[in-house]
């Protein structure tokens, strides 16, 4: 079986997306299956092409078993709609002549979305090459970007949703990454295919075991000090705001620190406040490698888990928390739903919070700080909750034998 993987977002970048994306392609290759990626110049989430990349309009590489496709992308750090929109569609172009002229006939392609213009890319390789397309959706869009306020035109909101159910037709199976995705699908196009593909963590990629002294000496953090983390995308649907807020109830607590680790659109913003707030106990650091995550989760002692208050993260299971829960750390998770129900309620792997809500982050702050015993206890929780339900390749095996009946 020949499957195509058709995303922007691929390592070395680093983010959910990319690390899913590559962990499921290697599996499939062990599987059996002859694999390629399609993607784009490295750039996110800096927004810059990637410095051995510069200059490249198309660059075939092997990474492992997988035959990596990478086409120029146009790229600028502007938050305005038209650099956006040519950021999409520049990839849209550039990929479907890779996928024409560069990249041989596949049984499946599997298209990632967002984002969602991907499809148009998906839906004429499947025309002109004769495969069939699943389409993967890691994010409800137009629905997100609707209810989050990024794009307010009537006449393109229109225009995607009637590209979304183009898509969700025209594939012969439409993947979620959370059972509220799926639901809201069937809901909507009850006589579209679903299949729920959930995250989770690759034990044969990620330490589970890494040194925690080795972070917290690098950052001279005290034997008694309790360390909150969070790590990923700083960016607006994280509501990282809260942390802030909280740190400032805590101040007078110096046995207390947070650490805010990773870069985007909103950490110019949150630093400048932090400085005005005076928080001397929020500590932030840029990107760093993945090698390097799990030394920094190791080194903490609670993991913050935030998403703004939104109906539409009720169906959200941000994937930043399986890389704790699996190391054993207790999550404070700020996402309401899906997420509280299978790792708060069901997986006992830590606290509650809601959403935005900074009171309710201090106070669970200071119940973990105050119950160590406690605190590991929800760690041990989670840590077998997520390896009996969340190993990606389990989760890889399921799916591929999806696959095999649909490429018959």
């Known amino acids: ?44 989430p800096k927004m810059e092409i990637y410095e051995e990349y510069k200059g490249k309009t198309y660059v075939r590489e092997q990474v492992g078993a997988l035959t990596v496709h990478r086409s120029w992308i146009y790229v600028n750090g502007s938050k305005n709609f038209i650099p956006r929109l040519l950021n999409y569609f520049s990839f849209v172009f550039t990929a479907l002549y890779a996928g024409l002229f560069k990249v041989s006939k596949h049984d499946l392609i599997i298209c990632e979305s967002p984002p969602l213009f991907l499809g148009i890319t998906a839906l004429l390789l499947k025309w002109f090459r004769g495969s069939k397309l699943i389409f993967n959706v890691s994010d409800l869009w137009p629905e997100s970007a609707e ?46 295919p679903t299949y729920w593909l959930p995250n989770g963590i690759d034990f044969n990629q990620f330490n589970v075991d890494a040194d925690p002294t080795v972070f917290r000496q690098r950052h001279g953090i005290l034997p008694g000090e309790f360390v909150l983390m969070y790590a990923g995308i700083i960016g607006y649907a994280q509501g990282l705001d809260v942390i802030l807020d909280s740190a400032d109830l805590l101040r ?130 989670g840590k077998s909750y997520i390896a009996r339900n969340f190993n990606r390749k389990n989760i890889a095996a399921s799916f591929f034998k999806k696959l095999k009946e649909i490429a018959i």
Do not use: W
């Open 147 to 192: 209810k989050l306020g990024i794009v307010n035109n009537k006449l393109l909101l229109s225009v995607c949703y009637k590209l979304e159910k183009l898509l969700y037709r025209q594939s012969v199976l439409v993947s979620g990454q959370t059972q509220g995705i799926v639901k809201s699908i069937n809901d909507r196009f009850p006589d579209v």
């Open 252 to 381: 007078d607590n110096t046995s207390i620190r947070f650490f805010i680790i990773g870069d985007g659109p909103e950490k110019l913003r949150l630093e400048n406040k932090a400085g005005e707030m005076g928080l001397s106990n929020v500590t932030f650091i840029g990107n760093i490698p993945r090698a390097a995550i799990s030394e920094a989760i190791a080194g903490c002692n609670a993991y913050i888990v935030p998403l703004k208050k939104n109906d539409l993260f009720l169906g959200a299971i941000p994937s930043k928390l399986f890389e704790p829960l699996a190391m054993g750390k207790p999550i404070l998770l700020g996402v309401d739903g899906e997420a509280r129900e299978l790792f708060i309620e069901k997986g006992r792997g830590g606290l509650y919070y809601e959403p935005e809500n900074h009171r309710e982050l201090a106070a669970g702050i200071l119940k973990l700080a105050a119950d160590s015993e406690g605190a590991a206890a929800m760690g041990l929780e």
């Open 1 to 44: 079986m020949k499957l195509l993987v058709l995303t922007q977002y691929f390592p070395p970048e680093t983010g959910a997306p990319q690390n899913r994306l590559f962990s499921l392609a290697t599996y499939f290759a062990e599987l059996g299956a002859e694999v390629s990626i399609l993607t784009a110049m490295p750039n996110y």
